[in-house]
């Protein structure tokens, strides 16, 4: 397997899999502060790693504007959007909202950067949308119905926005020279802190969990789930460009499912199949051709 498959299909198994870890930090420790934890603990370990491989060094200033801005979108607005949409919406329609990121990548990257719009992505990000639909079909008809959906759907949407926005920051400071490893590590640091504030702010407690399933969860979610997952995905960002990447986005939620249908019970119904098959056509669409071959052929 070559090193982009890797990275692509390293990143989308591990963040199929986050809310395993996501569901276990459930309990006495405020959702805000397990945020801040994990992302405080992602930034210590890629500091670590960069003064063991005598990489460590402060960005220049250039930099710094971009890297306040993406700790701000990427790892805190971001969840703290998708941490209270939760409250509003279920899991599902959540998964359908922030499988629209390739979509806002494009559009960003035509609105910021005049890149033109590739018919490819907007096709396979189509299929993946419609694809997801079908497979959470029974959780979307159930929240459209209640109106307090359309304060989730703004928070889920808003999410993804931030995402794409961290997206694109990324890519700009790979532009300037500056590794993903680098970066992640600063703005981190950036938003945990942030999280952190708004915890304080708002009055909740901060706590922690010593029990092994809590720490073992946290360990998860700061180092396969942030320090490797983030760092393979915005690495692809800088190869592949921020929409076609983003499919991640659409291929996590498949994961879950897989793994909930072995843990849960979870009952694949034709509407869910023909989702998956939606998904997987997509998938195609995005990296057909050119952008396929080299997906599969460039190290």
């Known amino acids: 397997m070559t090193t982009n498959a890797l990275l692509y299909f390293l990143t989308v198994l591990i963040w199929g899999t986050t809310w395993i870890a996501l569901k276990l930090q459930l309990g006495v420790v405020p959702i805000a502060w397990s945020i801040a934890y994990r992302f405080w603990l992602a930034a210590a370990v890629l500091l670590l790693w960069l003064l063991w491989r005598r990489q460590w060094r402060l960005p220049p200033r ?11 979108t990427l790892f805190c607005l971001n969840f703290m959007c998708f941490l209270h949409a939760s409250r509003w919406i279920a899991s599902g329609l959540v998964a359908v909202c922030f499988s629209t990121a390739p979509l806002l990548n494009a559009l960003n990257g035509r609105l910021f950067l005049r890149k033109p719009l590739s018919p490819q992505v907007l096709a396979g ?16 008809a159930k929240d459209l119905a209640r109106p307090e959906t359309l304060w989730g759907l703004g928070l889920a949407l ?31 640091l950036v938003g945990a802190t942030l999280v952190a504030g708004h915890a304080l702010a708002s009055g909740q407690p901060m706590v922690f969990d010593t ?24 690495t692809l960002v800088g190869r592949l460009g921020a929409d076609r990447a983003a499919y991640c986005t659409v291929l ?46 460039a190290g």
């Open 211 to 234: 029990s092994a399933t809590y720490v073992g969860a946290w360990l998860y979610l700061a180092i396969p789930g942030s320090v490797i997952g983030f760092t393979a995905y915005l």
């Open 62 to 72: 250039s930099v710094w504007p971009l890297l306040a801005l993406q700790g701000a």
């Open 252 to 297: 996590f939620p498949v994961v879950a499912l897989n793994i909930s249908a072995w843990l849960e019970g979870y009952t694949w119904t034709p509407a869910a199949l023909l989702g998956l098959a939606l998904v997987a056509a997509g998938n195609v669409a995005v990296f057909w051709r050119g952008p396929w071959l080299r997906l599969l052929r």
């Open 158 to 188: 808003a999410g993804t926005y931030c995402f794409s926005l961290g997206n694109l920051l990324s890519g700009a400071m790979q532009r300037q020279g500056q590794t993903p490893v680098q970066t992640n590590a600063w703005a981190m």
């Open 125 to 140: 990000s189509a299929l993946g949308v419609a694809g997801l639909l079908l497979l959470f079909g029974s959780e979307v």
